[in-house]
Antibody, heavy 114, light 106 residues
Framework: QVQLVQSGAEVKKPGASVKVSCKASGYTFTGYYMHWVRQAPGQGLEWMGRINPNSGGTNYAQKFQGRVTMTRDTSISTAYMELSRLRSDDTAVYYC???????WGQGTLVTVSS | DIQMTQSPSSLSASVGDRVTITCQASQDISNYLNWYQQKPGKAPKLLIYDASNLETGVPSRFSGSGSGTDFTFTISSLQPEDIATYYCQQYDNLPLFGQGTRLEIK
């Protein structure tokens, strides 16, 4: 069965960067886009971008252009999302989701606090 | 850019009621629309894909309809376990979620 397992919670200071991983299993990793979605406390879902694990090509939401980098390592079926220049309003749960949207990671809480 | 307008933002209904949520796109998105259920502390769960197709394993009391710019999500008979927040999402171009509808039991 398809599984997406994300890395653990992070606490970062403002201005730092965070890198969240999403390890896929149960399907051909390179066959499906991987999306990243975040959710601030008490707020809605916000699409951040996607990566084509086959080519490495990316599309980012305009809001995150210049601050987000999505990469992958096909040898270990893992996708990564790195967000830089963190601010307090980046505090959120970050999810990966496989194209088709029926499979999501468990979420990674990133807390940005001085 | 496509905008999604979901309404209402919150809804209170009784067990057994028919519940309807709407989502309007600012331009034609064909049937490229999903509906999700999210419970506190959990990842969203896909209920309806391509506007009207029930995801495998999802109870038949959930349904979706519409195409183009206007979409509707319906729970035919509300159950206590349906208390959650529901989101629409378009994926015609770059994905975008609606603002969400918080559903409560009256």
């Amino acid at each position: 069965q398809v599984q997406l397992v994300q890395s653990g919670a992070e606490v970062k200071k403002p201005g730092a960067s965070v890198k969240v991983s999403c390890k896929a299993s149960g399907y051909t990793f390179t066959g499906y886009y991987m999306h990243w979605v975040r959710q601030a406390p008490g707020q809605g879902l916000e699409w951040m971008g996607r990566i084509n694990p086959n080519s490495g090509g990316t599309n980012y939401a305009q809001k995150f252009q210049g601050r987000v980098t999505m990469t992958r390592d096909t040898s270990i079926s893992t996708a990564y999302m790195e967000l830089s220049r963190l601010r307090s309003d980046d505090t959120a749960v970050y999810y990966c989701a496989r194209e088709g949207w029926g499979n999501w990671g468990q979420g990674t809480l990133v807390t940005v606090s001085s | 850019d496509i905008q999604m307008t979901q309404s209402p933002s919150s809804l209170s209904a009784s067990v057994g009621d028919r519940v309807t949520i709407t989502c309007q796109a600012s331009q034609d998105i064909s049937n490229y629309l999903n509906w999700y259920q999210q419970k506190p502390g959990k990842a969203p769960k896909l209920l309806i894909y391509d506007a009207s197709n029930l995801e495998t394993g999802v109870p038949s009391r959930f349904s979706g309809s519409g195409s183009g710019t206007d979409f509707t999500f319906t729970i035919s008979s509300l159950q206590p376990e349906d208390i959650a927040t529901y989101y629409c999402q378009q994926y015609d171009n770059l994905p975008l979620f609606g603002q969400g509808t918080r559903l409560e039991i009256k």
